[in-house]
């Protein structure tokens, strides 16, 4: 009974219902969530409860309250921006034509390599901070702004850290094919990758692959995978099908990837073998907002082959700098033309299934972490309404309140 915290008097709660196939949310109106050592233990009615079985009582005073939000894939440890970029592209410059001339990623993994430990720590960490303020109560990174062994290095040693220091759920990719370094051809920087990928299993959970014309292709992904599962790596990733179809996301998710990332150009047959594979199709509609696309993925003929949707910010300075999980539900529901439910579904269960962690959290059910939202709003739905706005009021991690820093982190 000591550590038991109950949040009384929640206007709406809402849970994700996971005996749903597919999960569906679950809303409840006048309730009581018991959190017990950091974990949902049950829910209950508002009416009738009795204070003196509680070790606190804390009174929401009819607000909603609503899973934490999961972002499956970020690359937010970096160095430096890319403002004058985002404008080469506004002027119509492309962003794979930035990339050939030795700007876009690259010029960030120049900055990256230049930027000591420490430095990277503390921006990534700010930077953690604010997205957690946002919404965010667990996190993927990726390593790939470093292109050799020392800097992948680094950024993945700054991801461990940030796992110990922040209270936080952090699950780490290795993305070392994710551009061809200046001073290399692509099967020379391919093979180094292939040859080193050993030196980084302990550092990360899975691995990443960039995929698409002029950086790596879908044989190389499969070399990627076919090693990374020799080598020990439990989770595989990539980034398919995002400016042009290549038919990575079908052969990933044959050699069983756990998520599929972007799949703006997927046709129905890559979203049969991610229904085959149990494969998360992660969409990142900041990328669209931010590259100015028009091709958006076929999200419906997913929904309706049975696919988990999940969705993530894709934070990182060049395709999508937004720390702001609430910004993606609200552009997935009108880019993609799906309902609240679907979104919100996406980035609170679809994304913890992305990691591997629907069982641990996501879902806000009994025996899961206490990781929840309270809201600025008396209906969930405001979130996909009103666009532009913060709608949290306050972020629950294990059932603690997080400190939220006022100022936003710009770095
Ligand atoms: O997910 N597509 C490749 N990689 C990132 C972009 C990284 C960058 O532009 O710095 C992405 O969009
Ligand atoms: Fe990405």
């Given at each position: 009974?000591?550590?038991?915290?109950?949040?009384?008097?929640?206007?709406?709660?809402?849970q994700?219902?996971?005996?749903?196939?597919p999960?569906?949310?679950?809303?409840?109106?006048k309730?009581a969530?018991?959190?017990?050592?950091?974990?949902?233990?049950?829910?209950?009615k508002?009416?009738?409860l009795?204070s003196?079985?509680?070790?606190?009582?804390?009174?929401?005073?009819?607000?909603?309250?609503?899973?934490?939000?999961?972002?499956?894939?970020?690359?937010?440890?970096?160095?430096?921006?890319?403002?004058?970029?985002?404008?080469?592209?506004l002027?119509?410059?492309?962003?794979?034509?930035?990339?050939?001339?030795?700007?876009?990623?690259?010029?960030?993994?120049?900055?990256?390599?230049?930027?000591?430990?420490?430095?990277?720590?503390?921006?990534?960490k700010?930077?953690m901070?604010?997205?957690?303020?946002?919404?965010?109560?667990a996190?993927?990174?990726?390593?790939g702004?470093?292109?050799?062994?020392?800097?992948?290095?680094?950024?993945?040693?700054?991801?461990n850290?940030?796992?110990?220091?922040?209270?936080?759920?952090?699950?780490?990719?290795?993305?070392?094919?994710?551009?061809?370094?200046?001073?290399?051809t692509?099967?020379?920087?391919?093979?180094f990758?292939?040859?080193?990928?050993?030196?980084?299993?302990?550092?990360?959970?899975g691995?990443?692959?960039?995929c698409?014309?002029?950086?790596?292709?879908?044989?190389?992904?499969?070399?990627?995978?076919?090693?990374a599962?020799?080598?020990?790596?439990?989770q595989?990733?990539?980034?398919?099908e995002?400016?042009?179809h290549?038919?990575?996301c079908?052969?990933?998710?044959?050699?069983?990837a756990?998520?599929?990332?972007?799949?703006?150009y997927?046709?129905?047959?890559?979203?049969?073998?991610?229904?085959?594979?149990?494969?998360?199709?992660?969409?990142?509609?900041?990328?669209?907002?931010?590259?100015?696309?028009?091709k958006?993925?076929?999200?419906?003929?997913?929904?309706?082959?049975?696919?988990?949707?999940a969705?993530?910010?894709?934070?990182?300075?060049?395709?999508?700098?937004?720390?702001?999980?609430?910004t993606?539900?609200?552009?997935?529901?009108?880019?993609?033309r799906?309902?609240?439910?679907?979104?919100?579904?996406?980035?609170?269960?679809?994304?913890?299934?992305?990691?591997?962690?629907?069982?641990?959290?996501?879902?806000?059910?009994?025996?899961?972490?206490?990781d929840?939202?309270?809201?600025?709003?008396?209906?969930?739905?405001?979130?996909?309404?009103?666009?532009?706005?913060?709608?949290?009021?306050?972020?629950f991690?294990?059932?603690?309140?997080v400190?939220?820093?006022?100022?936003?982190?710009?770095?």
């Open positions: 009974m000591n550590d038991t915290v109950c949040f009384r008097n929640i206007g709406q709660l809402v994700v219902d996971t005996a749903n196939k999960p569906r949310l679950k809303i409840l109106d309730h969530l018991i959190v017990k050592n950091g974990r949902v233990e049950k829910v209950l508002d009416s009738g009795k003196s079985n509680y070790s606190r009582v804390i009174d929401l005073k009819g607000k909603t309250v609503i899973p934490g939000l999961v972002d499956c894939h970020t690359h937010l440890i970096y160095a430096g921006e890319r403002k004058d970029e985002m404008e080469r592209r002027d119509a410059t492309s962003y794979m034509d930035i990339l050939k001339r030795g700007g876009g990623i690259l010029s960030t993994v120049k900055a990256t390599r230049e930027a000591d430990g420490k430095s990277l720590l503390k921006t990534a700010a930077r901070k604010r997205m957690m303020a946002l919404g965010t109560t996190f993927e990174i990726k390593s702004y470093g292109l050799d062994i020392e800097t992948e290095k680094k950024i993945l040693s700054v991801g850290r940030l796992e110990k220091e922040l209270p936080v759920p952090v699950t780490l990719t290795y993305l070392g094919a994710h551009a061809i370094p200046e001073g290399s692509k099967s020379q920087y391919f093979d990758v292939m040859k080193n990928l050993p030196l980084f299993r302990n550092l990360a959970d691995v990443d692959i960039f698409e014309e002029g950086v790596f292709s879908v044989k190389d992904l499969k070399r990627l995978f076919l090693q599962k020799l080598v020990g790596f439990t595989l990733r990539a980034h398919v995002e400016l042009s290549q038919g990575g079908a052969e990933a998710a044959r050699l069983g756990v998520s599929c990332d972007h799949l703006e997927a046709n129905p047959k890559d979203i049969r073998a991610m229904k085959h594979g149990d494969t998360v199709a992660v969409l990142m509609p900041g990328v669209t907002f931010f590259l100015g696309g028009k958006t993925p076929l999200v419906h003929s997913m929904l309706d082959a049975g696919v988990t949707l969705l993530a910010t894709d934070c990182n300075p060049g395709s999508s700098p937004t720390y702001n999980m609430q993606v539900l609200n552009l997935a529901c009108h880019l993609y799906i309902t609240p439910e679907q979104a919100l579904v996406a980035a609170t269960y679809g994304s913890a299934k992305a990691l591997e962690d629907h069982e641990k959290y996501g879902s806000l059910q009994p025996g899961q972490r206490a929840f939202l309270t809201l600025k709003t008396k209906d969930y739905r405001d979130l996909f309404y009103y666009f532009g706005e913060n709608f949290v009021e306050q972020t991690i294990q059932g603690q309140a400190r939220i820093p006022k100022a936003p982190a710009i770095e």
